[in-house]
């Protein structure tokens, strides 16, 4: 047995850190490593415990049994950052069967978490934001209101000039990106702002 089989066994107690199917008596699970597919290099620990049935399905989505993943209700709570990108993902891929979408939304993950399991979700076609002048949005970008917005659900306008920092990307929508407004959260449309420079 290798040193970070040994390991994976003592952070899991032994058990599959997704279904939590473990050895017993009448039945032998085969628990062995599963490596998270895109995985950035900076992160350290990018396997997880998984039995065989687990990785059977992570494997080959033809042989996915959704209900065998309703037990990603328990994992999702893990706290290891590994174990929840593979919970996220499949949850994702699941999407369809309704219950899933309860947890994706309950699920607590780091930003840097988050991004790990959002990059390696295979999706249709590649959508790309872009401002009014047609620069290409990424997360993290800084942009500048160039009209006066009525916020939905609020009494809120965002003002003509506003810079909104750091913002996010609506993942499935090209039209829309998030950021803050003061303290404020909102969905602004990408037609209503201008990419900010570094300097500005």
């Avoid at 959704?66 to 209700?73: C, G, Q, S, T």
Wanted: charged share 30%.
């Amino acid at each position: 047995m290798s040193d970070l089989h040994k390991q994976l066994e003592d952070r899991s107690g032994n058990t599959c850190e997704l279904c939590a199917a473990t050895d017993s008596l009448e039945i032998k699970v085969h628990l062995d490593i599963y490596e998270v597919p895109d995985s950035p290099k900076n992160v350290k620990d990018t396997t997880i415990l998984a039995c065989e049935t687990c990785r059977t399905q992570l494997e080959d989505p033809d042989k996915v049994d959704p209900n065998h993943w309703r037990a990603l209700n328990d994992s999702m709570w893990s706290p290891v950052p590994a174990v929840q990108v593979v919970v996220y993902r499949m949850l994702d891929q699941l999407r369809g069967e309704g219950w899933p979408v309860d947890l994706i939304e309950m699920i607590y993950m780091e930003e840097d978490t988050k991004q790990w399991a959002e990059d390696g979700i295979q999706r249709g076609p590649q959508i790309i934001h872009k401002d009014v002048n047609g620069n290409i949005l990424q997360r993290g970008d800084s942009v500048v209101i160039i009209k006066d917005l009525d916020v939905k659900g609020s009494s809120l306008v965002a003002k003509r000039g506003t810079p909104v920092r750091n913002i996010s990307l609506v993942r499935d929508n090209a039209n829309q990106i998030e950021g803050r407004v003061g303290p404020t959260q909102v969905v602004l449309l990408t037609q209503f702002v201008k990419k900010t420079s570094k300097e500005e």
